[in-house]
């Protein structure tokens, strides 16, 4: 044996340099260590770096009226002003957002569209198994809304109709798989039962033991330009939207409503409040929802060949099977967006420092390189975190406050991108007390029940996320924990 080759057999030198050599040298991407991997990384939402941003509205700077306050400029408030228009074109309606429109939770979503408003269809059959049939109509029409609403404002938001796919990342998950095939089919959807071949060719892990293909009525979006875009369709409407303007104080003042800012302050006789999980005053919204932090990263723009090497030709948005699930995207550019590894930090701190230190994203960044090996030599541009409205029964639902001249929606727990839309559409059914056919159903009038307040809400929080990172392998106690949450309602 050569020297260069006995230095190679011993570690400490490169291979010798031969044809079959260089072949497999140009064949393997070569590893990035996690660490290396996300030195360069943004600690900002991907979506948010883009030169499509709008500039800001002004503050609100002075005292005035409206006929509808909306309190948040995320989705679910951009929805019920665009609505509030278009069904009642001489209503004076205001919109305050804290921030600036898409920098709260609804600029760091995955930005994958699903048809359901429940979090899914197993969950609206345990929530409201009376009310599926009307329920799943519900979300057809939303869906078709959302859509119209694109094109009747010109809003490019990246939207691909390509379907979404949940795969199975073990034997043992297939079964589960199958039983959502049935409960698919049984209520009309267009769905596709894949064992493990037919999944690795439409998107290639040595994970993927299986998967459902929902085919049609779901898809991916860029979040961030989908709510910039129904900024400009409410601003063209006649809404007057005042950003940097956080709620500070809210009054019932009887027959008005009202809502001091740092500089100014509306009077209103109705208010909706899109506000997630922000603190408005209000203590029993605080007490049926909760934050909880999703991690998302987006790796740098693949090549064509680093794509070649998962396929993924059909693009769907995914969600794979773990109890600590992780779910993916490709965006128009082929960056990857993979995100998962869910938090909680006390009272719902909206700012974790975690979310601006590069460890944070370490075991997320492990999960991608587990999940496509052959893309170990692919960085990440971005990392961040974002909240999600969590309550006991994984759904969108409005509730009257103030006398019933508010209404608060909210509780999404992950699936907002979409049914936004619809929790704007009902909660100004119930603010301004018009007969719809959601009102007649459970959705509209049962709420979320209690979620326990801080510490055991923290301590619970903290135990639950535990026993996820891992329940999948080690059974135990982790898994009758979950078992255990579940049985108390929760959607898991």
């Not at 690795?200 to 709510?227: T, Y």
């Not at 209404?407 to 018009?434: E, H, P």
Request: aromatic residues 10%; glycine residues 10%.
């Amino acid at each position: 044996m050569s020297d260069s080759a006995q230095l190679y057999e011993a570690g400490i030198a490169t291979p010798p340099s031969t044809p079959a050599a260089a072949r497999e040298k140009s064949r393997k991407p070569v590893e990035l260590g996690v660490e290396e991997a996300l030195s360069r990384t943004k600690l900002s939402p991907y979506w948010l770096d883009n030169p499509a941003q709008p500039p800001a509205e002004p503050k609100l700077t002075f005292d005035t009226q409206a006929d509808l306050l909306i309190v948040g400029g995320g989705f679910t408030g951009l929805w019920a002003a665009v609505q509030a228009k278009e069904q009642m074109p001489d209503l004076d309606v205001v919109v305050i957002e804290a921030g600036r429109v898409a920098h709260g939770a609804s600029g760091r979503a995955g930005g994958i569209i699903s048809t359901s408003v429940m979090h899914g269809l197993p969950n609206a059959v345990r929530v409201f198994p009376n009310d599926i049939k009307q329920l799943e109509e519900f979300g057809h029409r939303n869906l078709d809304g959302f859509e119209e609403t694109l094109k009747r404002y010109n809003i490019d938001a990246d939207i691909e109709w390509n379907g979404e796919m949940t795969v199975a990342v073990d034997p043992d998950h297939v079964e589960h798989l199958q039983a959502d095939y049935d409960l698919h089919t049984e209520y009309g959807h267009n769905v596709e039962l894949l064992d493990g071949k037919a999944t690795r060719e439409q998107l290639d892990s040595p994970l993927f033991a299986g998967a459902l293909w929902s085919r049609n009525r779901s898809g991916i979006v860029h979040p961030a330009k989908l709510a910039w875009g129904l900024k400009r369709a409410a601003l063209s409407l006649g809404v007057r939207l005042y950003e940097y303007s956080p709620l500070l104080e809210v009054t019932d003042e009887g027959q008005t409503v009202f809502v001091k800012t740092p500089e100014g302050s509306v009077r209103a006789p109705r208010v909706l409040f899109g506000s997630g999980t922000a603190k408005v005053g209000i203590a029993d919204i605080n007490r049926r929802v909760l934050q909880v932090r999703d991690h998302v990263l987006a790796t740098e723009p693949l090549t064509e060949e680093q794509l070649a090497r998962i396929g993924w030709k059909n693009r769907q948005g995914i969600y794979d099977t773990r109890t600590q699930l992780n779910y993916f995207r490709l965006t128009k550019n082929n960056n990857i967006i993979f995100g998962g590894l869910v938090s909680y930090h006390f009272d719902g701190d909206p700012n974790p420092p975690q979310d601006e230190k590069r460890e944070t994203y370490y075991r997320l960044a492990q999960a991608f390189y587990n999940t496509f090996p052959q893309l170990a030599d692919v960085r990440f541009s971005h990392a961040w975190g974002g909240p999600i409205d969590y309550c006991s029964r994984g759904s969108v639902f409005a509730k009257r406050y103030l006398g019933e001249k508010a209404v608060f929606v909210a509780g999404y727990t992950g699936f907002g991108v979409a049914a936004s839309r619809f929790g704007a559409f009902m909660g100004l059914n119930l603010l301004f007390d018009r007969q719809s056919p959601e009102r007649d159903l459970d959705i509209a009038k049962l709420s979320p029940t209690y979620i326990p307040p801080e510490p055991v809400r923290w301590l619970a929080a903290k135990v639950t996320f535990h026993a996820f990172d891992g329940a999948d392998a080690e059974g135990g106690w982790k898994r009758a924990w979950i078992k255990g949450i579940k049985a108390l309602g929760f959607p898991m």
